[in-house]
T-cell receptor, first 113, second 111 residues
Framework: GESVGLHLPTLSVQEGDNSIINCAYS??????FIWYKQESGKGPQFIID?????DKRQGQRVTVLLNKTVKHLSLQIAATQPGDSAVYFC????????????FGKGTRLHILP | DVKVTQSSRYLVKRTGEKVFLECVQD?????MFWYRQDPGLGLRLIYF???????EKGDIPEGYSVSREKKERFSLILESASTNQTSMYLC??????????FGQGTRLTVV
């Protein structure tokens, strides 16, 4: 069935190190993926997206990698800062009439001082 | 910038009350969504709408209804609130095949 999930529920990273958050998806027909960041008490905020015709996309300090062969998505955050502490969700959008967004359950990123 | 505004940040309601959660977006987006977010369960889709007066059930529509009389406004209605509807409710909107923009969330407690 369709599902989007994350390998690790919590990730602890030393401040200044790079973070890698992973996501697996099961719908091979999906062609649009998004990473969201949700800080405590706030709604999810868009970080970066990628379409299936790409395998890498870079933003400011963030990079998303898409491996369609193994249906895997990752978010890399360079030089992790305290402000990066949040829950990160991957999301898969089904590009059909319904346009539903399927979210993973989230990974909490914890920054160690 | 796109703005999605939910009418309340925090609500406390009694069991059996009818509850209205309002969401307004200012970017003329076609699609609007209501999710609830619970620990360990992530975001679950309740209802969505892709046009005025159109609505589609999501994954967990039971106990909820929605209204979309105007393009910018999407309301979630709890017909008779129950304690298992205590949750964080998130509204989102999107245009076509772009990312979804979320409101700040409404934390509803049903007592």
């Amino acid at each position: 069935g369709e599902s989007v999930g994350l390998h690790l529920p919590t990730l602890s990273v030393q401040e200044g190190d790079n973070s890698i958050i992973n996501c697996a998806y099961s719908n091979s027909a999906s062609d649009y993926f998004i990473w969201y960041k949700q800080e405590s008490g706030k709604g999810p905020q868009f970080i970066i997206d990628i379409r299936s015709n790409m395998d890498k996309r870079q933003g400011q300090r963030v990079t998303v990698l898409l491996n369609k062969t193994v249906k895997h998505l990752s978010l890399q955050i360079a030089a992790t800062q305290p402000g990066d502490s949040a829950v990160y969700f991957c999301a898969e959008i089904l590009m059909n009439r319904d346009d539903k967004i399927i979210f993973g359950k989230g990974t909490r990123l914890h920054i160690l001082p | 910038d796109v703005k999605v505004t939910q009418s309340s940040r925090y609500l406390v309601k009694r069991t059996g009350e009818k509850v209205f959660l309002e969401c307004v977006q200012d970017m003329d987006h076609e699609n609007m969504f209501w999710y609830r977010q619970d620990p360990g369960l992530g975001l679950r889709l309740i209802y969505f709408s892709y046009d005025v007066k159109m609505k589609e059930k999501g994954d967990i529509p039971e106990g909820y209804s929605v209204s979309r009389e105007k393009k910018e406004r999407f309301s979630l209605i709890l017909e008779s609130a129950s304690t298992n509807q205590t949750s964080m409710y998130l509204c989102a909107s999107r245009l076509g095949d772009t990312e979804a923009f979320f409101g700040q969330g409404t934390r509803l407690t049903v007592v």
